[in-house]
């Protein structure tokens, strides 16, 4: 044990969680600024400002603002790709899992707080980022596969026996989570989270040939 832990004083903070303070901090600004009302796109500076960090903070973890916006997208979809694999795992019964993981996406526009963070990732700003639309497919990749999964189970188990080709039922599965999802973010009247779960997960069940 360390004299500092055993006297009780706090162990110094290391350079790798000054980083990762740092890093953090920055993200949270970000997420706060980017896409809402300004007189133009935010600057590197007023994320500082927000933040509360200097100008080498800054670029000592990003080259650029839409470097920034990239790993805010990357960040988001990692979290997402944990709570997708979290929800398979708690899931009953296959069936279940492809409900929960439709609801689950589902979520980014309905849930008030991944509601916000989706809101910010949707903003022409962010969109405008060099890597954006890379790092969205990137991020539906990932998400398609945890979905194909959960289907070529089910077709193995008997349960989905229609879904002979997981990824492209896969694909059919997030194209209309997609729809919803855009549909609400353009303020569009859409079914509430619940009903459109429900009515998703139906018609895919039916189609997959679950009984």
Avoid at 43 to 50: F, G, K, P, Y
Wanted: with cysteine; hydrophobic share 45%.
């Amino acid at each position: 044990m360390s004299v500092a832990a055993h006297s009780g004083i706090p162990s110094p903070v290391t350079g790798e969680e000054r980083a990762r303070s740092e890093r953090d901090l920055l993200l949270r600004a970000a997420f706060r600024l980017v896409g809402r009302a300004h007189d133009g796109p935010v600057s590197v500076q007023q994320i500082l400002d927000t933040a509360e960090l200097s100008t080498r903070a800054f670029y000592r973890h990003f080259r650029s603002k839409d470097e920034l916006i990239i790993t805010m997208c990357r960040s988001a979809a990692d979290r997402m790709v944990v709570e997708m694999t979290a929800v398979i795992e708690r899931s009953p019964s296959t069936a279940a899992a492809l409900r929960a993981l439709i609801r689950d996406q589902l979520a980014v526009v309905y849930d008030p707080k991944r509601a916000r963070q989706t809101s910010v990732l949707a903003s022409p700003e962010a969109r405008a980022a060099a890597g954006f639309d890379q790092a969205k497919e990137d991020a539906a990749a990932v998400r398609r596969q945890l979905v194909a999964g959960v289907i070529a189970r089910g077709h193995e188990e008997g349960v989905f026996p229609y879904a002979e080709n997981a990824v492209e039922a896969a694909r059919a599965v997030n194209g209309v989570v997609m729809a919803v999802i855009e549909a609400r973010i353009a303020g569009h009247d859409v079914p509430t989270w619940e009903d459109a779960t429900e009515h998703t997960a139906d018609l895919f069940l039916r189609a997959f040939g679950a009984s």
